[in-house]
C-alpha cells in the first residue's frame, strides 16, 4: 500500500478536488490583492504621486471593491458549491462511525450475510463511488476531517451528521479528529483505505466472518490470557465464548488485519500491540486503557500474538 496522504493539496476524491479549486482561487485572488495594497502603500509614502482625489480612494477602494470583489466571489462559490455531493445515504452505501475519547468505532453492514460488522481506527471503502458515512459521539463532540477525500464534519452526541467519502482509486488517506476534544485529541487519527470494489466485497465478507484462532500452543495461552486478564470487559471478539458483549473499547475480532492501534499511534505488530497491553497510559495518557497488570513477560507476548493473528 501507498504511503497514507493527508493533505487537503493533493485531493483524491471529487469533493476534496472541487474545496482545493475554490481554495486555490481565493487564494489567488487574495495574494494580487495584498501585493496590490502593498504597492498603494509604498506609493502613498511618496507625497509628490497622487493621482487622484483622496475621496476617490475612500469611495472606490474602501466601499465598490470590496462589495463588488465579495458579491463575485459569494455567487461563484456559492454556484460551485452546489456540486458538492448531497450529504444524503439515498442510493449510496452508508457506514455508520461513532467518535469515542479518543477512537473511532466504524459499523458495516454486510448484505451478503445481512451481518452488522464493528471494527475500529480504519474505514475501508469501494473506491471510484461515493460512500456516506453517519458520524455520531458518544461523549463529546469530535470532528472528522479526511482532507485528501472532503472537508471536515462535526460529530455531536444525540445527532446524525453525514459526511460522503469518495475515493477515486484505490489508496490509503489519513484522516485526523479537528475539534479539541481533551487530552488525546492529537493521537484521535485513523486511516481511510480505498479498496477496489471486489477487494472490498472481499474483506468484508472476512470481517463478518467471526475470529478464528491458529491452532498452536502460544495463541491458546495467549487465548486464555486474552481472558484472564478481563480484557472482553471492555471488548468483543466475535467468536471467543463469553467475549461478544462488551462495547467500550474497540471491537477486536480481526485486529490483525488493521495497519494500526491505538487510533492512528502506533503501526500494528506483535510488538506494538505488547506494549500497548502493558502500558497504554505510557504512550496515550488518560486513555480509558488500564494496564495490565499481573502479567509475565512470556504471557504478555502469547497474548499479542493471539491478537496478531486475528485477522
Ligand atoms: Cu476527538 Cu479531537
Known sequence: MSAPLQSVLHPAGPDAALIAHLSWVLFGGAAVIFVAVMALVVLSMRPAARPVSTRWWIAGAGVVFPVVVLTALLVWSTWRSADLTPQTSRGAMSIG???KMWWWEVRYHDPASGKQVVSANEIRIPAGRPVYVGLTSTDVIHSLWVPALNGKMDTIPGRINGLTL?????????????????????RMAL???ALAPADF???????????KAAD??????GRAAFLEQRCQSCHTIRGLPG????????DLT????RTHIAAGTLRNHRGTLAGWIADPQAIKPGARMPAA???????????AAYLEQLK
Open 166 to 186: 469518495h475515493a477515486d482509486k484505490p489508496g490509503v488517506y489519513r484522516g485526523q479528529c479537528a475539534e479539541y476534544c481533551g487530552e488525546q485529541h492529537a
Open 243 to 250: 467475549a461478544e458483549l462488551a462495547r467500550l473499547g474497540p
Open 191 to 193: 486511516h481511510v483505505i
Open 216 to 221: 498452536n500452543a502460544l495463541v491458546e495461552r
Open 97 to 99: 462511525v461513532t467518535a
Open 293 to 303: 497488570t499481573d502479567i509475565d513477560g512470556a504471557t504478555l507476548q502469547a497474548l
Open 254 to 257: 480481526h485486529v490483525g488485519g
Open 201 to 211: 466485497q472481499r474483506w468484508l465478507a472476512n470481517e463478518a466472518q467471526p475470529a
